[in-house]
Structures are given as C-alpha cells and as structure tokens.
C-alpha cells in the first residue's frame, strides 16, 4: 500500500515510522468510538442495536489494523492473510449458524404439549 | 518495502540465513501475520460458541447479561486500547533509537495490560462471590435445587435469596411444578439487584413477556399454551398483584434460565482465554523492556517490538469484539427482545 501516505517516514531503517500525529488521532478516535457504543447500548433501536454495535466494532477493528498494526504501509499480503482468516471465521460462524431457530417452533410446541397435559404425574 | 536493500549488511543482528535487515524483518513480521490468523480462529470458535448460543436461548442471554457489569467491561476497553497506543508509539519510539521513550511507552503498555487484569479480578471475584461460576461449579441455585420434590422435571429453579420456605412451599402446595413465588421488584433495580446477588428473574422472563428472536406464530402459540398450563395470566403488566400466591408473587419460568452455568462457562473460556493472552502479553512486554533497556533495539532491528507490538494490538482487536457483546446483551437485548 502507498508508504508515503500521512506520516513522517524518512525512509531510513527497514520498516515504515509513523507519525504521532496519526497514532494520537487514532487513539482518540477508538476513545471516542467505545463512546459511542456504550451511549448507543443504552438507546433502544431494537434490532438495529446489534448492527450498531457491530459496525461499530468493525470500524474500531479497522482503526487499530490499519494504524496501530501498520497494515496500510505494510505489504498487502500480511492483510491478506488476516482478511482471510477473517473469512474463515466468518464461513465458520455462517454455517454454525444456518439452522439456529429453525427447529424452535416444533420443539417449543412439544414442549407446551408436555406441559400443558400434565406432565405424566405417578 | 522499497528502502535501500543494502541496509544493514554486516549487523550483528543479522541472522545467516537473510539476505538483509529488510529481509529479516518483513520474515518475521510475516510470520507475526500467521500466527494472529490463527488466534483469530482459536477465538472464532468461541464467538461461534456464544453466538450460536445466545441465538438458540435468548432467554438465557438476557437472564445473564445481568451480571455483566458493562461500567467495568467500558473501563477496561478503554485501558486496552491506550495500551494499545503507548505499544505503538513504542514501536516508533524504537524505529527513531529514543531510547527512553521506548522505555516509557513499554512500561506503560504493561501497566495498562496490569490495570486490565486488575480490573478482571474485580469481576471475577465478584462473580464467584455469588457462586456464578463455570460449568458444575455454578453454585447459584444450589440451595434451591435441594428442595424440589424428588419427581421433579426441573433441576435448577431460579429464586432469590429472599424467597422464604414457606413461600417456596405455598408455590409448590398450589400445584405449580416450575412457578415460584417470588417477590417483585421494579425493573430499574434490575442490574443491581442482580449485582447485589438479589435479582427477582421472574421480572423479566415471563413466559408472556419472553423475548423473540423473529416474529413466529408457533413460537408464540407455545409459549401462551405453556404459560396457560402453569394458570398464569398471558397478559398483563409488571404489576405486583399480578400473581396467584398473595403478597407479590410473579411466575418464574425456572426452564428458561435453568441452564445459565452454560451461559457463564462460555464467558469465562472467552474471557478467561483473552485473559491469559494478557497475561502472555505481560511475560513478552517485559522481555521486550529488558532488550531496550540493554539498548538492543535500532531502526534497522526493532522487530521484537514491533511483532510483540502487533500481539499487544490483536489482543485489543479482540476485546472490541468481547466487549460489545457484553453491552448488546446488558442493556440492547433486553429491551429489544421483548
């Protein structure tokens, strides 16, 4: 990715120095943003609090990433190899996902029958 | 990338199988990157774990996240991710041969990694006050569990401490198996009351009052049809008198948080594995500040820094990603739920 971008690297040494400006920046940033995901928590969005929180974190994720772990002066490659171990994890949580729910209208039912005719008293 | 390949030939640092500082160091940082992505999928099947979990019992979920003291779960975000900023300054501090403030960044970074665990204890002693442990270890019902009649189909029953035998026994004289009174209290006292070791869960799991994860009709038919069967009213308000056992009785569906020990197993292996990523991340910070110390590190070798630099931010990554669950759980889910 483009080394030259915002900070102060002279070029000198083997690996790409980052202004203090940029880190402070991000620092504060990533404060902010835990904020914002308390503050969001206590407002009721119903199910788009999730997607918040979530979004949120992504953008946190990508802040520290990017900045903190030098990934956007790094070689793609290292960021290759965490976004790929990224979509693993998530084809990993999709497919332990796929049928969550599905079966709680039946086994719910069963359940309230069992319930519901007296539980086979001795 | 790209910088004068003929940098550091002949440094002492220089491993025999590189070429070149540049070299060295991007091999290194490369492996760093392979390592991260498989901590990352060591903790992906936990996520998985508490994910798949909270969507199959939403109940439990939001039963549990009462305990969770989110005010904590914030400070401790917070001391990460400065930790987090003072391991990256180090690593510039490192690259510009400033040799005291590498110093001062990595001490820093490990007494915020201190502050963090500091703050853990604080949780977990808590928690284990009130007997909310892992697995079989989770005490908080035990005393409850001794006094069901032997042909009971429910093995752990949720009641207060403040529940009296002789109210525990008018519940069970009325015929009611898995409904006990309990005492209500108001729904803003919820967390402390929960804090506190005195939450009443029948004010928020009424089977009436149950959360739902999608708008089934089956879904909902049963849990009318299950609360009909125990005589509970299926509509109405959080009001006291809304019971059938007197006083301030409110039915307590002890199935819906019976298996809350899974709940707080999963929660102690995600935050007990992180947890020792912190404790790791302490033994490799401070051998990093023994090597600066001893001025080992230039702008042509500082790649202990950085990659235990990069560790340090990985284990920040992942508490971004534990610490909204706890929140989401504590306060959205609650509300959204019902």
Known sequence: MAHSHGSDSHGHGVGHVVGPGILIANGVALLILTIITVAAARVDLGQANLVVAIAIAVVKASLVCLIFMHLYWDKPFNGLILVSSLAFAALFLTLALYDTVEYHPAVINQAAAFYSQGAPTP | ?338
């Open chain 2, 1 to 338: 990338m790209g910088h004068d390949h003929a940098h550091g030939h002949g440094d002492p640092n220089l491993a025999h199988h590189f070429d070149n500082m540049q070299q060295q160091f991007e091999a290194g940082k490369l492996g760093m990157w392979l390592f991260l992505a498989t901590e990352v999928l060591l903790f992906a099947g936990l996520f998985c774990a508490y994910t798949v979990y909270r969507f199959n019992n939403p109940e439990v979920f939001k039963f549990a996240s009462q305990f969770l003291n989110t005010t904590w779960g914030a400070i401790n975000t917070m001391v990460l991710l400065a930790s987090s900023f003072t391991a990256a300054m180090a690593v510039r501090a490192a690259q510009l041969r400033n040799r005291q403030q590498l110093v001062a960044m990595l001490a820093a970074t490990i007494l915020g990694a201190c502050g963090f665990l500091v703050i853990k204890y604080i949780e977990y002693s808590h928690k284990i006050s009130l007997g909310i442990n892992w697995g079989k270890q989770f005490h908080y019902y035990e005393h409850t569990t001794q006094e069901l009649p032997a042909d009971s189909k429910v093995d752990i029953v949720t009641r207060p401490p403040t529940v009296s035998v002789e109210a525990m026994e008018q519940a069970l004289g009325a015929g009611s198996r898995t409904s006990l009174a309990a005492p209500a209290r108001s729904p803003q006292g919820l967390t402390q009351a929960a804090l506190s070791g005195h939450l009443n869960p029948s004010e928020h799991l009424r089977p009436h009052e149950k959360s739902h994860d999608k708008d089934d009709s089956g879904y909902a038919e049963a849990e009318h049809g299950a609360a009909a069967a125990h005589g509970e009213p299926t509509h109405g308000t959080a009001s006291p008198a809304g019971g059938e056992h007197g006083d301030t009785p409110a039915p307590v569906d002890p199935e819906k948080v019976k298996n809350l020990h899974l709940y707080f197993s999963v929660y102690y292996c995600l935050t007990g594995l992180h947890g020792i990523h912190v404790l790791a991340g302490i033994v490799a910070l401070t051998w990093v500040l023994i090597g600066a110390l001893k001025g080992r590190f230039d702008e042509n070798y500082f790649t202990p820094v950085d990659l235990v630099g990069l560790y340090w931010h990985l284990v920040d990554l992942i508490w971004i990603y534990l610490f909204p669950w706890s929140t989401w759980f504590g306060f959205s889910c609650s509300r959204c739920c019902t």
